[in-house]
C-alpha cells in the first residue's frame, strides 16, 4: 500500500476559511479594490496554514518504493522516512492516526543516532520486484528492540516474529510478487540505535546467518582459548603480567560478546542481569588494558611521568564506574566514549616509549593496538554506509580485538623468553667472569713477580734502557689489571663499576704498546687515528684499554692474513664519540655476527696463523660497553663469499664528557643484553 493511501490531501482554501464569510464581502457594497485585496488575503492565509501538512503531503507523496531484489541484500535505507519521538510513550495508532505528516526524509536523519533513549519510527515503502514471496526483515545492529508492522488503511498488523538461531531480532512479511506495502518500524535500544535494516530472502537469511553464527563462534573461540592458554600460564609461571593479562581478556571478552549479543543468554550469565550492570561494567574494559599495559611496558619504573598519568587516568575510570549509578547512560556513555580514546592515547605513548628504549615484545604490542583502531574504523564506516553490510564488516571489531589479544599474548610470550634468554646470559657471564678472574689473578702474579725482579736487575746493571722501559712497561699494564681484577671481584654482585672521563689518546697509546709488536710478527699494518687528541669519554680506562678495544684489535689482527691492515680510529658523532676497530681479514659469517654477543653459542675459532682462543673475551667486552652507556655493532663481509672486498669492522659510541652514565652491575648488564 503506498503513502498516497494513507495521506489525505487538505481541505480546500475556502472551506478553511468559510465559504460565507467571503460571499459577504463580495455581496455587501463595497468596492472592486477591497474585494480584490480580501480576495487576494484569502487565498494566502490558506496557503499559510495549510503549508505544513500540503509539503509533509507532497514530500509523502514523492518517496518511491524500494524495489525488493531475490538476488541482493535489499537495504531499507535508500528510501525510508523518520519520526522521532523523544518521549518514546508514542503507541503505533498515535503515530498512524497523527505522526504520518510530520515523518522526514531519512537522509534527514543520521543512520546512526547512536546513544540516545529516543524511539525512532520508521516508514518504508517496498515492492516486490523479484518472483519470491517470503521475505525476512533484520537489522543490522543485534541490540535493538524492534516491531513491525504492515499499514492497511488505518488498521496496523503486527508482522511476525520468526524463530531461530539467528542473534538478530528478525521479523517476515509475505509479499506477493509484483505487490507493494507501507511498513512501520519501531525501533529503541538500551544501548545505541541504529536505523540500518535488511530485507532478504530465506535462501539470503540463511546464508547470512550461518556465516555471521560462524565467524562469531570462531572468534568466540579465539577469545576462550586465549583466557585458558594464558590462565594456565599463568598458574605455572606465578608472573603477574598473566594475571592482568587474563583480567584483560575476560572482561573485553565478556564484553564483546554482550555487544554480539552472543552465544544466547549471554545477559544472563551466571544469574546475573548484566543489562543492569552495563554502565559500571564498561569502563573495566580500558582499566584492565590499562593494568596490562603498565605491568607488561613496566610503566612504572621505565617511563615514571607517563605512569603517574596512567594512573591518574584510571582514578577517573573508577570516577565514571561511580557516576554510573546517578547518571543517565545516554549522556554518560557519550562522555565516557571520549574518555576511552584518551586510554589510546595513553596505550601507544606506552608502547612507543617501550620500543624506544629496546624492548622488542613492543612490536606485537602495538600492532595489536593498531589492530584495534582498524577494527573500530570499519565499524563505524559500515555503521555511517561507508562499507557494505556483511558478516566481516558486521564484526570487523569482533575480528581485530580477537586480533589485538592474539598479538597481546604474543607479545607477553616475548617477555617471558626474553628473560629466559638474559637469564641464561647472566649465568654464563656468572660462569665466565668467575674463571677468567680466578685465571688472571694466579697465572698473572708469578710472572709478574719475574719480570719485576728483572727489570730491577737489568736497570742496575745499566742494560739498553729502551728495552728495560719497554719491560717496566709491561709490568706497570700487568699491575693495573690485577688492580682492576681485585677492584671487580672486591664488589658486590649488585654494586655498579664507577665511569670516570678517559683519555682515548692514552689508551690508543696504551693498545700500540701492547699490539705493535704481534701486528709486526705478522707483518700487519696497525694504524691509529684520532680526530684531534683532546677526546675524552666516560668509562674505565683499564677495562677499556685491555676487556674492550683490547679484544677487538687482537681479534683484528688475529683474522687477517699477513699484509693487512687494523685501523682503530675515532671521531665526533653528534653528542657520541664513536671508535671503529676496522680490519681486511676473513670477515664473519652472519651467523657469527648475529650469536658474536650471546653467551649460550661458543663462537670462538682459529686465527689466521692458528691462534687459539677462549671464546670470552667479546662476551667481557660487551659486558663493559653496556656497563658505561656505551653500544656496539658489527659489519662484517666473509671472505668465502666476496673475497675482494672481505673484513670486519666494530662501531662502538661512547657517551662524551659530562654526560650522565647510569652505571650497572655485571648482573644487571646481562640481564638487559640483547
Not at 518514546?88 to 505528516?101: A, F, H, M, Q, Y
Not at 739498553?464 to 658486590?492: G, N, Q, W, Y
Not at 710478527?521 to 691509529?528: C, E, P, S, V
Not at 670470552?616 to 659489519?635: C, M, P
Request: proline share 4%.
Amino acid at each position: 500500500m503506498s503513502l498516497r493511501k494513507n495521506f489525505s490531501a487538505p481541505n480546500s482554501p475556502c472551506d478553511r476559511l468559510g465559504i460565507t464569510t467571503i460571499a459577504k464581502i463580495f455581496t455587501n457594497g463595497t468596492s472592486m479594490h477591497i474585494r480584490f485585496l480580501a480576495l487576494l488575503f484569502a487565498c494566502l492565509s490558506t496557503l499559510y496554514v495549510s503549508a505544513p501538512t500540503s509539503l509533509a503531503a507532497d514530500g509523502n507523496e514523492t518517496q518511491p518504493p524500494i524495489s525488493l531484489q531475490s538476488t541482493d541484500l535489499n537495504d531499507l535505507t535508500q528510501s525510508y522516512r523518520v519520526f522521532v519521538d523523544t518521549t518514546g510513550l508514542l503507541t503505533p495508532d498515535e503515530i498512524l492516526k497523527t505522526k504520518l505528516p510530520l515523518f522526514v526524509l531519512g537522509h534527514e536523519q543520521p543512520m546512526h543516532p547512536g546513544y540516545t533513549s529516543d524511539r525512532y519510527w520508521l516508514s518504508v515503502i517496498v515492492k516486490n520486484g523479484s518472483d519470491n514471496s517470503e521475505w525476512f526483515l533484520m537489522p543490522d545492529y543485534p541490540l535493538l528492540d524492534f516491531e513491525a508492522y504492515e499499514i492497511e488503511g488505518d488498521i496496523l498488523k503486527r508482522l511476525p516474529e520468526e524463530v531461530s538461531e539467528a542473534r538478530y531480532p528478525v521479523r517476515t512479511l509475505s509479499l506477493p510478487p509484483g505487490s507493494e506495502r507501507h511498513l512501520l518500524l519501531q525501533v529503541s535500544s538500551p544501548l545505541v540505535v541504529n536505523l540500518q535494516f535488511k530485507m532478504m530472502t530465506a535462501a539470503h537469511f540463511k546464508k547470512h546467518t550461518t556465516s555471521d553464527a560462524t565467524l562469531v563462534g570462531i572468534l568466540a573461540g579465539i577469545f576462550l582459548a586465549m583466557i585458558i592458554y594464558n590462565l594456565f600460564l599463568f598458574a605455572n609461571l606465578r608472573d603477574r603480567d598473566y594475571f592482568f593479562y587474563i583480567l584483560f581478556a575476560i572482561a573485553n571478552t565478556h564484553l564483546n560478546l554482550l555487544s554480539a549479543d552472543y552465544p544466547e543468554g549471554v545477559y544472563q550469565w551466571f544469574g546475573i542481569d548484566w543489562w543492569q550492570y552495563i554502565d559500571v561494567y564498561r569502563p573495566l574494559a580500558p582499566l584492565t588494558t590499562l593494568l596490562f599495559a603498565r605491568s607488561f611496558l613496566q610503566t612504572k619504573t621505565e617511563h615514571k611521568t607517563l605512569d603517574r598519568v596512567i594512573v591518574i587516568y584510571l582514578v577517573g575510570l573508577l570516577g565514571f564506574m561511580a557516576a554510573s549509578f546517578f547518571v543517565p547512560r545516554h549522556v554518560l556513555f557519550p562522555i565516557e566514549d571520549s574518555y576511552f580514546f584518551i586510554a589510546i592515547i595513553l596505550l601507544f605513548s606506552a608502547g612507543i616509549q617501550s620500543l624506544r628504549r629496546g624492548f622488542k615484545p613492543s612490536h606485537f604490542y602495538l600492532i595489536g593496538l593498531t589492530l584495534f583502531l582498524v577494527g573500530i574504523g570499519i565499524y563505524i564506516a559500515k555503521s555511517e554506509g561507508l562499507l557494505p553490510t556483511n558478516a566481516f564488516t558486521l564484526n570487523a571489531h569482533l575480528v581485530f580485538q580477537a586480533g589485538e589479544m592474539l598479538l597481546m599474548s604474543l607479545a607477553l610470550s616475548g617477555k617471558i623468553k626474553q628473560l629466559e634468554q638474559h637469564k641464561t646470559q647472566a649465568e654464563v657471564t656468572a660462569k665466565v667472569k668467575s674463571r677468567l678472574l680466578r685465571v688472571i689473578s694466579h697465572d698473572i702474579a708469578n710472572p709478574l713477580g719475574i719480570v719485576k725482579g728483572m727489570a730491577y736487575i737489568l736497570k742496575s746493571e745499566k742494560v739498553d734502557p729502551v728495552r728495560i722501559d719497554a719491560i717496566s712497561r709491561a709490568v706497570l699494564a700487568i699491575e693495573e689489571i690485577m688492580t682492576f681484577v681485585h677492584k671487580t671481584e672486591s664488589l658486590d654482585s649488585a654494586s655498579p663499576l664507577q665511569a670516570e672521563t678517559v683519555s682515548l689518546n692514552e689508551v690508543f697509546d696504551g693498545l700500540e704498546f701492547l699490539f705493535q709488536k704481534l701486528a709486526d710478527d705478522k707483518k700487519i699494518r696497525l694504524r691509529f687515528e684520532l680526530e684531534h687528541p683532546q677526546m675524552f669519554v666516560q668509562g674505565e680506562k683499564t677495562s677499556l684499554t685491555y676487556e674492550i678495544l683490547g679484544n677487538f684489535v687482537g681479534n683484528a689482527i688475529k683474522f687477517t692474513r699477513e699484509g693487512g691492515e687494523v685501523s682503530i680510529r675515532a671521531r665526533t658523532v653528534g653528542q657520541m664519540v664513536q671508535v671503529i676497530v676496522s680490519d681486511d681479514g676473513i670477515g664473519m659469517s652472519e651467523r657469527a655476527v648475529t650469536a658474536a654477543f650471546d653467551p649460550s653459542i661458543n663462537v670462538s675459532r682459529r686465527g689466521t696463523a692458528g691462534e687459539k682462543g677462549g671464546g670470552y673475551g667479546l662476551l667481557l667486552a660487551k659486558a663493559y660497553i653496556d656497563q658505561f652507556g656505551a653500544s656496539v655493532t658489527i659489519e662484517s663481509v666473509p671472505h668465502d663469499l666476496y673475497p675482494e672486498r672481505s673484513g670486519t669492522k666494530i662501531i662502538m659510541n661512547f657517551q662524551t664528557t659530562g654526560t650522565h652514565v647510569t652505571s650497572r652491575s655485571f648482573r644487571q648488564r646481562w640481564r638487559i643484553m640483547q
